[in-house]
């Protein structure tokens, strides 16, 4: 079965403190994941996806085949990263979604 | 470019009316998605148009939910008879062709649709 798994409903860090969202998936094909983060009353929008390889806004997320995770990291959380984070995997043209991780950010 | 419009963004129902939720794809986008997401839970995919045609629906609900995305105007979701379990946040996206390893999806802010 296809699935994508967020353990965490909730996370909350101090500022300047290293961040760790967590992504599990089962997906029999070969996976394309995405992060996604809504902002407080704003968008769904892309965060990164695991094809590129590239960092944005401070966030890596590094596709680990073996252990099936798709961990968010960033080195040093700041306050303007308080948001939800949805964890994605495509499968033909639909997303499937985590829970979400809700991350608090405090000063 | 606005981005995905959803209309309205907050819609209240009593049980057994209609809810019709609108979704204005970007500029230049052919392809729609509806996603619900329910409460504590992630999003689900429900159906997928293109202009004038429905793609595919397997995540749709089989009785009193219809979608249709017509030639001009947005895409519509209507929900008939409205029923408590109903009550979740819709959210559309779209995309310039099908959503792909080079095509992304943009998504709207979603409606939160409460049935009382």
């Known amino acids: 079965a296809q699935r994508v798994t967020q353990p965490e409903k909730l996370l909350s860090v101090f500022k300047g403190a290293p961040v760790e969202l967590k992504c599990n998936y089962s997906y029999s094909g070969s996976p394309e994941l995405f992060w996604y983060v809504q902002y407080s009353r704003q968008r769904l929008q892309l965060l990164l996806r695991?094809?590129?390889?590239?960092s944005i806004k401070g966030f890596t997320a590094d596709l680990n085949k073996g252990e099936t995770s798709f961990h968010l990291k960033k080195p040093f959380a700041q306050e303007e990263d308080s948001a939800m984070y949805y964890c994605a995997l495509r499968s033909n043209y639909q997303l499937i979604w985590g829970a979400g991780t809700k991350l608090i950010i405090k000063p | 470019n606005a981005g995905v419009m959803q209309n309205p963004r907050h819609l209240v129902r009593r049980r057994g009316q209609e809810a019709r939720l609108r979704c204005s794809p970007m500029?230049?986008?052919?392809?729609v998605y509806w996603y619900r997401q329910l409460p504590e839970e992630g999003l689900k995919f429900m159906v997928y148009?293109?202009?004038?045609?429905?793609?595919?629906e397997s995540g749709m609900p089989k009785e009193r939910f219809s979608a249709e995305f017509p030639k001009e105007g947005p895409s519509i979701l209507r929900i008939q008879q409205v029923v408590r379990g109903d009550s979740a946040a819709y959210f559309c996206?779209?995309?310039?062709?099908?959503?792909?390893?080079?095509?992304?999806?943009?998504f709207g802010q979603g409606t939160r649709l409460t049935v009382v």
């Open positions: 695991h094809i590129s390889r590239e």
């Open positions: 500029k230049g986008h052919s392809h």
């Open positions: 148009l293109q202009k004038e045609n429905i793609i595919d």
């Open positions: 996206a779209s995309s310039s062709s099908e959503v792909g390893a080079n095509t992304e999806a943009f």
